[in-house]
């Protein structure tokens, strides 16, 4: 149906699924002893991050090198869009030079799907993350490591049957929440939010979720924990009343992983606010925290998309 | 089944219909034990020996020629898959999936390697494993088993083990298993 990858919404649960096992697929590649293949020698996929990014950027970067495409990096501060170049003349500019994927991440939600609508048929737009919007390979990244936590492998089928998800923090601000949280109900995991009434979005009731505003009397009932980043602005904002106050109401402080089964794990998309989201001890000490196996899995994830939108010749339905 | 080559020879899928037996059950396990023969003979042993069979088709054969060799010289050959779809040189031209397992047990640095596959077409899927081959270590040497050479070929590769060469049609199909070979047709 779709050449291009903007909102995990857009995808059947058979069509996660099957990026999920492909994805088995590129993490055995990672493990060999030249861990390249030459599957996309001879495509351009342009990088077009319009908004900081450490992870995703390298990793999006590192799964088309390993792929063997060549990575053009859109200087989006020195370039001609300081010049008041717009956004959409810098797209059509790189699309004439011929490349075949656009990876793009903006703070205005929806953007890459107006791009994706205007490009050329043989160029396939990838969303790296726009505004509150979407993130999707965040999602799928997020989904595939629980289905190797509990599972080894996502095989054919992945599922997150009978898992209990609860995620934690600012979800009205959260694209990876949002991501995240389709992903998971896809594979079938139960998933609660668990927020303050001002971090919790707009239309809640419409998602398929349940809603907590008191973490403890939820926490024992998780198997994953899935922690958001906090953003210093809400503060400024006024959703939060202090960091004491969310640390008191929200945090993992060691005192509430202290009463986590051994066997619940806990993620976070990075970069972790140590103290605030996550105790340092518990980050530094604790078993079963995913977040460098997401960091890991992000790569894998990605050659993933990469190869299924430029490579396999397959859309995505 | 020959789902790999099913899906490659145009019109790409359909039903597979059989016209004639090439061989029977008894003939392949003949030509098996006969090539696994003529390994130990060209390798003058199996020391260094690894069997790589090439997803899907060369599986099976990979583990009946694997049981023989044990059988003959009492030595377990290590065996690894390699699922070559990434290699490919028609990626793009076509719908190209990496569907199967790819297990390679032992570093191949220095190793004999037998490449192991049901049908030997246009040799673009072994010119594909001799690429990733590399990715897993420089062998000393690489060798190719098939139990079927139908011809065709569009690269300059030859097999070293050959359980039958074949004459066929390029539309034609060759389906190989254990219980026999088939040429037959796809047809919608």
Redo the contacts between chains.
Sequence with gaps: MSRHLINLKDLERGAIQELLH?TD?FV??GQ?????????RGRTIAMLFFEDSTRTRLSFDLAAKR?SADVLEFPTRSSSLSKGESIRDTVETIQSMGVDGIVIRHSSSGLPREIADRVNDSVAVINAGDGLNAHPTQGLLDAYTLCQHFHTVAGPQASLEGIHVGIIGDVKHSRVARSDVHAYTSLGATVTLVAPKSLQPPNVQDWPVQISEDLDSVLPTFDVVGLLRIQKERMEEGLIQSVDDYVDRYGITEARAAKLRNEVVITHPGPVNRGIELAEAVLEHRENVLINRQVTNGVPVRMAVL?RLL????EID | MADRERRMTPPYGGVFVARTTVLDAAQVQRALTRISHEILERNQGLEDVVLVALQTGGVEIARLIARRLFEIDGVDVPMGTL?V???RDD????????EA????PV?LAGKIVILVDDVLFTGRTIRAAL??V????RPRSVQLAVVIDRGHRELPIRPDFVGKNLPTRRDEVVDVNPEGVLLGEMRK
Excluded at chain 1, 32 to 40: E, F, M, N
Excluded at chain 2, 91 to 98: D, E, F, S, W, Y
């Design positions: 492909l697929r055995e590649v060999r002893s030249i861990p390249k293949v030459p599957a996309l792929l190869f490579g396999s010749g397959v | 699922d779809a990434l290699y990626i793009g031209l076509r719908p190209v999936m990496p397992e790819t297990e390679i570093d690429d990733a590399t990715a897993f270590g």
